[in-house]
DNA sequence: TAATCGCGATACCTTATGGTTTCATGTCCT
DNA sequence: AGGACATGAAACCATAAGGTATCGCGATTA
């Protein structure tokens, strides 16, 4: 069977990490930024820090004593991948989500 | 934050769940013929065949003594709807993808 | 220099998860 | 009817995962 990325499904099998995701999409944030979004102690934000640069799925970035975190678009190609492999299969929200891109590639 | 479907996303954590999708995109399969694929005790793999409906990604259907499994390719729009966040991120891989789409569309 | 600030890391706890074994039940076939 | 077959379900186990509290350390800043 086709090797599969593991990391980077493991990174969105949770709803912290997605939602991370989604808000790094708009700002870069440092881990106290982040932190501050939810109600869980900084150290548990801390170790979804970990885990989504592991997926790939965001780099850090070390500036004086605060660290940067940024979304990494690219670590989403494993995941993308292995949706391709349902190309046959996509149902009409893909479609929609397709054409949407196609206005905007012409 | 945006409410997330959860489950979807729980259901593509798992390695063996990933394959079993795989194998079910080919041919419909019952649980013992999942089973023979796989080094785990059926025990093992009816669990997996139990998180992958509950995540949308299958349905299962009864005949007789045996039970089919088949691939739900509407149950990954959730997980395709979430992608769509990141619509303005995408790399070049998503592009060729959608490249290919478009082919089939015109 | 001293106090504070932002992080990293460790130890620890609880629950989820993937796995096993075993047993029960319904179905098919002779 | 009786045996074989396919599945479901429960009890149990080990480890992974998410959470907490706590301590240490380099970087800032008053």
């Known amino acids: ?4 990325e593991h990391l980077p499904f493991l990174a969105l099998s949770d709803s912290t990490r ?8 708009d700002h870069n944030m440092t881990v ?3 932190s ?8 548990a934000v801390k170790k979804h820090l970990t885990v989504l640069p592991d997926g790939g799925l965001i780099t850090t970035t ?3 004593r605060e660290r940067m ?10 995941v993308l991948d292995w949706l391709g492999f349902f190309d046959a299969f996509w ?9 949407g891109v196609i206005k905007v590639m012409q």
Chains 1, 2 share one sequence.
Do not use: C, W
């Open 36 to 43: 501050e979004n939810f109600d869980v102690t900084r150290a």
């Open 69 to 78: 975190n940024a979304p990494n678009p690219q670590g989403l190609a494993p």
């Open 1 to 4: 069977m086709t090797h599969q």
């Open 32 to 34: 106290a930024q982040v």
């Open 18 to 25: 997605r939602t991370i995701l989604l808000m790094l999409r």
């Open 91 to 99: 149902d009409d929200r893909l479609t929609a989500l397709k054409s």
């Open 62 to 64: 070390k500036r004086g």
